[in-house]
C-alpha cells in the first residue's frame, strides 16, 4: 500500500496537517488500513525531502500545514498513470503458512486450511454486511467521495475473500490428491524378498 501517494492525493485540493491527513485517509478507506499520526509524519517528512510536499504555515490552532508542490503532483499523475506491478506480489502471510505447513511434524494443514476459511467467510460475511449499508450512504444525494470510495474498498475486500476461499477449496483439492497419490504409490510398490540363503 502506498501510503506516500495516498497523502499526496490528500493534499492535492489544498494543505492540510497531519492529523487530518490522517483522519481523511481513514475516512477515505474506511479505516481498514489505519494511519497513526507519527506514521503521517514521518511519510510527510520524507515527501518533503523528495521535494513533493512543502512546508505551508500553520492553520488557526497553530497546526502546521504541507502543500503539494509541482513535483508531488507530477509523481501523483504519474503513479496513477501507472499499473500496480505484479511482478512482484506482496507476500502473503496465508500462503506463506501453507507452504511452510507443507511437510511440517504435527501440522494437521487441512485443519490450517478448514480454520482459515472459516475465518474468510465470516469477513466476507461482515464485508457484505458493511456493504450494504456503504450502499445506502453512497446512494443518498449528500453523498460524498469518502462514501463511495468506502464502497471500493469494500467491494475489494469482497473479491479478495471470495478469490481467498475458492483457493483454499483448491489447496484442499490439490493436497487430497497428492496424499491419495502417494498412498497408491506405496502400495502399489512391490513387498521386500528377503534373500533366499544358498546352501554349500
Known amino acids: 500500500m502506498s501510503i506516500r501517494h495516498g497523502l499526496l492525493a490528500l493534499l492535492e485540493p489544498g494543505p492540510r496537517y497531519g492529523n487530518q491527513l ?41 497546526h502546521p500545514l504541507y502543500a503539494i508542490t509541482a513535483e508531488g503532483r507530477a509523481e501523483l499523475r504519474s503513479w496513477y498513470a501507472t499499473p500496480v506491478d505484479r511482478e512482484r506480489p506482496a507476500r502473503d502471510e496465508l500462503a506463506i503458512k501453507l507452504a ?16 482459515q476459511r472459516h475465518h ?27 462514501a463511495v470510495a468506502w464502497l471500493l474498498v ?29 498412498k497408491t504409490a506405496k502400495t502399489a510398490q512391490p513387498a521386500h524378498k528377503p534373500r533366499e540363503r544358498t546352501t554349500r
Do not use: C
Open 22 to 62: 490522517r483522519a481523511e485517509f481513514e475516512a477515505r478507506t474506511g479505516a481498514t488500513w489505519p494511519l497513526n499520526v507519527g506514521q503521517v509524519y514521518t511519510t510527510l517528512s520524507r515527501l518533503e525531502r523528495d521535494g513533493y510536499v512543502t512546508p505551508d504555515g500553520e492553520d488557526d490552532s497553530g
Open 100 to 115: 511452510m505447513a507443507i511437510g511440517a511434524p504435527d501440522v494437521d494443514i487441512r485443519d490450517v486450511i478448514q480454520r
Open 120 to 146: 474468510t467467510l465470516k469477513a466476507m460475511q461482515d464485508y457484505t454486511r458493511l456493504k450494504a449499508e456503504a450502499l445506502t450512504a453512497a446512494e443518498r444525494p449528500d453523498a460524498g467521495s469518502d
Open 154 to 182: 469494500l467491494e475489494q475486500l469482497i473479491f479478495q475473500a471470495e478469490s481467498e476461499a475458492r483457493w483454499l477449496d483448491h489447496s484442499e483439492s490439490r493436497l487430497i490428491r497428492f496424499a491419495h497419490r502417494a
